[in-house]
């Protein structure tokens, strides 16, 4: 099977499964022969290569949040949440990934770090709790001044709930059954100096948690998503040149292609995963024009830079753009 599997990917196995909430199953990953893992900090993700166990292309691959403890290098821990509505990703981690199944991933990477700062805010909300968890237990062992705002439809759906106890008070738990939506602004209102905010949930929670957080210094808020953004001022894709530095090739990228398609075709390799602006892997670097930025991660200072550009999604604003592949 390895052989078969992209560059940078190692097969895992699935060595424990338990139920973290209503909808949400844990997953402990371990290499086969019991050796150690890569390291990883909090707010890291892997890419998980769910149709591998069904001989597919790997083209449904998702990224799922290390909620674990960064000193157990030995195992790593998942959890996902079933969505109905979803594409399949998770459907397929709770129907197939049983006990002793092989897990092709790759990782970890991590575009969601836990930031140095005096005081940190942390909001979770739903299964967004998994990035935030180790991101607690890191500034716990730091020391930091922290509080965590914790939301979910219900008590029962909100993983991870005994891990958080220790905690006391620092933590809110806030089921929106009994509480009704979270109180960001009771907690954002006001820009307090040296506070650092790192929220994770669904779009609506994110969007509104920005909106608090407008009148923050640059830089106060660090976000992850689990889908991108739609904005309504996407410009037309329109067609451009495209120079490729490293590989010599001058190539034309369509209107109904992406950048990474177009590269792909021209038989250049390039690291990829979600296809959707969203996980960081496609990440290039910008040696001349002006991209279009298109993505759900980069931050405002990165994408005024414009030094670095996510090519799945992404394109550019002239009829020339430079790239380091």
Known sequence: MNDQLPPDTTTLVVAARTL???????????RPDGGMLPAWTPGAHIDVLLDRERGGEGDLIRQYSLCGDPAERGAWQIAVLREPQGRGGSAYVHDRLREGAAVPVRGPRNNFPLRPAARHLFIAGGVGITPILPM????????????LLYGGRTR???????????????????????????????????PKEGTLVHACGPEPLLRAVQEQCAGWPPGTLGVERFAPVRTADTGPAESFVLELARSGLTLTVP???????????AGVAVDFSCREGTCGTCETDVLDGRPDHRDSLLTEDERAAGDTMLICVSRSCGPRLMLDL
């Open 136 to 147: 607690v237990e890191a500034a716990e062992a730091a020391g930091a001044d922290w509080r």
């Open 20 to 30: 973290a909430a209503d909808g949400v199953v844990s997953l402990t990953l371990r």
């Open 156 to 190: 029962t759906s909100m993983a991870f709930l005994e891990r958080l106890a220790p905690h006391g008070d620092r933590v809110l738990v806030r089921p929106q059954d009994e509480f009704g939506l979270l109180e960001l602004a009771a907690h954002l209102g006001a």
């Open 255 to 265: 209107p109904d292609r992406s950048v990474l398609e177009t590269v792909e075709e």
